[in-house]
């Protein structure tokens, strides 16, 4: 499952939705790959990660880098980086993971894909260094899935007439 999560009113932080419709508009995933907007919500996305035995987040993160620096995550280090919280969505993501953690059910491969924002004030677009280093983070995705055994696919561009 690749999930993005993040609110898009709020500028950089709804940078995992941004990107996971990036992701869908330039790669085919094989039908095995669930590809989930999470948005906001937290708890309620439980039943969706129970059922899946590799889970790959896409979000933004909070860890004290040059904004838009591209960072991957997995274990004890999403915990720690989902600790500084930027907005509500995380206290939800983070219960998410403990909750599926306390109920054995955490996908065995767990891996978090995400940059520094630069802000999360009100909003409807990406931060110029965020939105310039989306398609570097998709790609970075997209190898990451290809290490899983994922044939992610590039869709090929509309042909213009």
């Known amino acids: 499952m690749v999930l993005g999560v993040g609110n898009i009113l709020l500028q ?18 094989p039908a095995e790959v669930t590809v989930v907007d999470g948005g906001a919500l937290g708890l309620n996305l439980l039943p969706l990660i129970e059922d899946t035995d590799a889970l790959l987040i ?19 280090d999403i915990s720690s980086a989902l600790a500084l ?3 509500m969505h995380q206290v939800g993501l983070r219960e998410l993971l403990a909750v599926s953690d306390l109920r054995q059910t955490l ?29 570097g983070l998709v790609e970075e995705v997209v190898e990451e899935l290809r290490s899983w055994g994922v044939k992610a696919q590039p869709r090929l561009a509309a042909t213009v007439r």
């Open 12 to 29: 950089d932080e709804g940078l995992g939705v941004r990107a996971l419709v990036h992701l869908s508009a330039h790669y085919s995933l």
């Open 58 to 76: 896409i979000d933004a993160i909070a860890a004290d880098q040059e904004p838009g620096s591209i960072l991957r995550l997995e274990g004890e």
């Open 107 to 135: 996908p065995s491969r767990l891996v978090l894909w995400g940059m520094q924002p630069a802000s999360i004030g009100w909003g409807l677009e990406l931060t110029p260094p965020v939105a310039a280093g989306l398609d």
């Open 85 to 87: 919280k930027m907005s």
